[in-house]
């Protein structure tokens, strides 16, 4: 089976070099990696010049900025058997695809992959994942990937695209890698999360601003799997969510980055509406 590994990036460098020489480690050899570069200059033109002799890259240059339609142009160019999304700040094991290829040639009925993360100077998780091995569901898909973690066969993705509403570089800020999973699930496709497989990411600073961005992806996500993917049964779970959110502003001593959590969640639930154009 042969992988596309889309990246697309922007404003960055040596992470670059730090990924793609994780690619080039890697036991498992038969893959292709699809740079869309966002950035003005040619910084990331030198790095893929420096390495398309030793992996198998396609570089485009785009000059639209935002992860989700970058993503889509990188969709259009794959041509693997499995799809995945690799951050520009990312590092994979070198059994990384091994892992994953072995997955699915042993579970025949999956058709997606997700795992875990690790900050490589903390040696912590960077999101609140699940602790041990589970299927992906409607009830646990926030707790089981980011985008970085997520493998899936092509057969499943046919035509998805990402949300151009949702991710980075836009007003919602995240999410588009939840609502990939909405999309699998729906599309009743099986998922396992593997909870001691690790990719490697920095960990990111809380800040309200940051908060609050996430926090708008996270209510978007959640109306579009209540009122587009018709997952009627989340909408409770969304109020829960928003109660103990209310809880948590008045319990802990972080109340301006949980304050902006919670508006940033209803913010995102009310505001987002699937037939809006990206």
Known sequence: MKFSLIMATLGRKDEVYVFLNSLVSQTYKYFELIIVDQNPDERIYEIYNKYKNSIDITYIKSDRKGLSCNRNIGLAKC????????????????????????????????????????DKNS??????????????????????????????????????????????????????????????????????????????????????????????????????????YGFILLLP??????????????????KNIRSASFRGRLMGFLQYSSNKKS
């Open 123 to 228: 040696n912590g998780a960077i999101f609140k994942a699940k602790s041990t091995d589970t299927d992906v569901s409607v009830f646990n898909f926030m707790s089981v990937s980011i985008s970085i973690t997520i493998f899936v066969k092509s057969t499943a993705i046919g035509s998805f695209r990402f949300d151009e509403q949702l991710g980075l570089g836009t007003f919602f800020g995240s999410g588009e890698e939840s609502d990939l999973l909405l999309f699998l699930l729906k599309q009743k496709n099986n998922g396992r999360y593997h909870a001691n497989n690790y990719i490697y990411h920095p960990a990111g600073t809380e800040t309200p601003e940051r908060a609050f961005l996430y926090g708008k992806g996270f209510g978007a996500v959640y109306k579009k799997a209540i009122v587009h």
């Open 237 to 254: 779970v969304f109020l829960l969510r928003l109660l103990k959110g209310i809880i948590n502003i008045i319990i802990h001593k972080d």
């Open 79 to 118: 041509s693997g058997d499995i799809v995945a999304f690799p951050d520009d700040d990312c590092e994979y094991n070198h059994d990384t695809l091994e892992r994953v290829v072995s997955f699915f040639e042993n579970n025949a009925d999956y058709l997606f992959y997700t795992c875990n993360t690790m």
